[in-house]
Each structure stands twice: as structure tokens, then as C-alpha cells.
């Protein structure tokens, strides 16, 4: 199957921001995990933090959150240290908040966040954007 959801993952400085939009099967999260594997090792990170933010109407299907929950130790394992979000929608509340994710921080913008996560951390000089569409270094 092809997978479905679109995203974009910016790392800026230590915080691995994930923007998400349109609805994920498993294909599509897969897809994305190892995008966001790829750019971990390949920038060496050792600690960092990881932000995810919810477009209006950015859902999963039952599939594809248990793909996302068998993750969470591959990021615990490589460095990852807190985990914001950003939702848009209750729904979206309830079924992160399912995944049990240790660290977890819900935040109402993306200024809140970012001030919270780049002014609590040591900053690592580098950065660099990737999506399913474009990738940019």
C-alpha cells in the first residue's frame, strides 16, 4: 500500500521539530521513522528533543499507532530526551496521550515550545529540513 500523511522534520539546533498533516497508515509512519532515524545518525545526535505538531485533522489509523508506540525505545535508545506536542484537536490529545510517552509536554504553540526547548538545552550548531516532497540540507 502507498503510504499516506504528509510530513516535514527540521531539526533546529538539538530539537527535532515533526510537522504533521493529512491522515497516516502504517506505510507513512514507517516511512517517516526512518526518515527521522536517517537524520539522528547521520547528525550524530547524542541528546535531543523531539516536537510534534498536529494539523487540523492529522489522525493514524489503529495500525499505525501501534508502529508509533514500538518506536518510542529507538528514541529513548538514541539520545532523545523530552517530548512536546502541539494538537490541534481533543481527539488527537486523547490518542497521544494512549501512547504513555515518558517526558511528555503538551504546549498551545510552537513559540512556547521552542522557547522551552532550545533555552533549557545546551545548543548544537546545526540544522536541516526533510519531508516526504523535499528534502534540504
Given amino acids: 500500500m502507498d503510504a499516506h500523511g504528509t510530513w516535514e522534520v527540521t531539526l533546529k539546533f538539538n530539537l527535532l521539530i515533526i510537522n504533521l498533516k493529512g491522515n497516516f497508515n502504517v506505510e507513512g ?13 547521520d547528525k550524530k545526535l547524542t541528546e535531543w528533543n523531539r516536537l510534534v505538531i498536529y494539523d487540523v485533522g492529522t489522525l493514524a489509523t489503529p495500525d499505525a499507532i501501534v508502529a508509533i508506540k514500538k ?16 494538537c490541534r484537536e481533543s481527539i488527537q490529545l ?6 504513555e510517552i515518558e517526558n511528555l509536554i503538551i504546549f498551545d504553540s510552537l513559540v512556547e515550545a521552542e522557547n522551552y526547548f532550545l ?16 528534502m534540504q540540507y
Fill in 29 to 41: 509512519i514507517i516511512e517517516l521513522q526512518n526518515n527521522i532515524k536517517k537524520m539522528v545518525l
Fill in 94 to 99: 486523547y490518542l497521544i496521550k494512549q501512547l
Fill in 71 to 86: 518506536q518510542l525505545t529507538w528514541y529513548e535508545a538514541y539520545g532523545c530526551k523530552s517530548v512536546g506536542v502541539i
Fill in 119 to 134: 533555552n533549557a538545552n545546551e545548543l548544537n550548531k546545526s540544522d536541516c529540513l526533510v519531508s516526504n516532497e523535499v
